[in-house]
């Protein structure tokens, strides 16, 4: 069974700085893409970065492009996601996802971050 | 970058009725377009992959279509447990956008 489970979120003032991680289970990590996807409280899903199986390639989303930073150690099957320069509107909850295929994709529960003075 | 635009942004149905929710891409995306199902405090779940197949589990009456820049998601009788946010997604390439979402309430 596929698990993904986050942690690292909390709250953080702006300017701040914080690490997302997600623990990967039950597939072999280190061949598939991973991505994270966040949801501001009751908006909608935005797409905030992904990376490829080995780690070599990445993409960032314009609206955290310079201060995310996503990475992987596929020798802990484990995703992170750094991020600095945090900002009000940072605030979201950040799904782990895993396109294991077209016809399945996997979510973990989410990470909660809160970015306030 | 494509973009998805849903609509409309809120069905208002009762049990039993269809409900038809559309999704429309800038510019074609093929068959690559995935449906999403979210409920209050729950991570989205699958229901259509490539415009047209149903993920694993997904209950025949949840059925998608379309191709290009035009699709629909169509619930053909909702249950009680069908009420919730349905997103789309394109999955051509990086960045796999979504659409803002169309919520299905009850009427």
């Known amino acids: 069974e596929v698990q993904l489970l986050e942690s690292g979120g909390g709250f953080v003032p702006p300017g701040g700085s914080l690490r997302l991680s997600c623990a990967a289970s039950?597939?072999?990590?280190?061949?598939?893409?991973m991505t994270w996807v966040r949801q501001a409280p009751g908006n909608g899903l935005e797409w905030v970065s992904a990376?490829?199986?080995?780690?070599?390639?990445?993409y960032t989303a314009d609206s955290v492009k310079g201060r995310f930073t996503i990475s992987r150690d596929n020798s802990k099957d484990t995703l992170y996601l750094q991020m600095n320069s945090l900002r009000a509107e940072d605030t979201a909850v950040y799904y782990c996802v895993n396109d294991y295929s077209n016809s399945r994709i996997y979510w973990g529960q989410g990470a909660l971050v809160t970015v306030s003075s | 970058e494509f973009v998805l635009t849903q609509s409309p942004a809120t069905l208002s149905l009762s049990p039993g009725e269809r409900a038809t929710l559309s999704c429309r891409a800038s510019?074609?995306?093929?068959?690559?377009l995935a449906w999403f199902q979210q409920k209050p405090g729950q991570p989205p779940r699958l229901l259509i992959y490539?415009?047209?197949n149903r993920a694993t589990g997904i209950p025949a009456r949840f059925s998608g279509s379309g191709s290009g820049t035009d699709f629909t998601l169509t619930i053909s009788s909702l249950e009680p447990e069908d009420f919730a946010v349905y997103y789309c997604?394109?999955?051509?390439?990086?960045?796999?956008?979504f659409g803002p979402g169309t919520k299905v309430d009850m009427k």
């Open positions: 997604q394109h999955r051509v390439n990086w960045p796999f956008t």
């Open positions: 490539d415009a047209s």
């Open positions: 039950g597939f072999t990590f280190s061949s598939y893409a």
């Open positions: 990376i490829d199986a080995p780690g070599d390639r990445s």
């Open positions: 510019q074609s995306v093929s068959n690559f």
